[in-house]
């Protein structure tokens, strides 16, 4: 049997992989809002790309952690390490190099992480 592949977000993430493309469409499919895409691999070797996305409460970032989860283990991705899950302001989850930054929208103001890695080339993901 044969398994239908979805089509790229957007034609910058389609080069970017698969697992990126993933993440983003389950965060999308949860609401997720602000989705951004930071490309490091020109500013640190310690992963290739950031997932940053907000929730709006705590049982939306928990759902949001969730369907990524869901979505790249079926994919046969599994996640390194996940931190922040039970309070669920900044909720990181590592897959070596992609790393998803689910944050409640306060916290994501408060840490800004666009702003610290400025010098990192962001992808836009459609609305």
């Known amino acids: 049997m044969r398994r239908e592949r979805p089509e790229p977000i957007s034609p910058e993430l389609a080069s970017v992989g698969e697992n990126l493309a993933i993440a983003t469409r389950a965060a999308r499919e949860k609401k997720a809002v602000n989705l951004t895409v930071l490309d490091l691999r020109k500013v640190t070797s310690f992963a290739d790309y950031f997932l940053i ?59 800004d992480l666009e702003r610290l890695w400025r010098d990192a080339k962001r992808i836009e993901i459609p609305e």
């Open 53 to 111: 996305c907000s929730g709006t409460s705590t049982r939306q970032v928990q759902a949001i952690v969730d369907a990524i989860l869901e979505k790249l283990r079926e994919a046969g991705t599994r996640p390194l390490h996940v931190e922040g899950y039970e309070v669920a302001e900044w909720t990181l989850i590592d897959f070596g190099d992609l790393i998803v930054h689910v944050f409640s929208e306060s916290a994501r103001e408060f840490y």
